[in-house]
């Protein structure tokens, strides 16, 4: 499947949220990639139950880690967006593009500053000044939910 926008996971922590984004993408069209390793098994009962029944509706890519999502993303062409905590543009500010892969890291630690560096740009969802950060399907669910408006 060819989706005109896709949401990477960098090795999720949470079963449960890696599936209710699975279940969201696949109500909205939205491609999924998982960059491995996940910090559970990719088959387990909560990833299951927080899909449902849409995971078979997912169009889910496996990536077995960082280098085999980055050459298959330079080989695409596509721009990759990363969402973090540390960035300063907000994502409602920000003009997306079909073939846009947004790449929300770890609920546990984010992402590494290597992957920061490959991000074509940064974003983040402003929040108040105490708050450390956001759920990761909940920050899914907005930010995509932005980029399928601006899509149309």
Known sequence: MNCRLRIALYQPDIAGNTGTILRFAACLGL???IIEPAGFPLSDKALKRAGMDYLEMAALTRHVDWHAFEEWR???SRRLVLLSTKATTAYTS???AEGDILLFGRESAGVPDPVHQAA???LTIPMQGTARSINVALSV???A???VRQLG
């Open 94 to 96: 920000f003009i997306f």
């Open 120 to 122: 074509d740009t940064r």
């Open 74 to 76: 330079k080989a695409g």
């Open 141 to 143: 669910a907005m930010v």
């Open 145 to 147: 939910g932005e980029a």
């Open 31 to 33: 491609g999924v990639d």
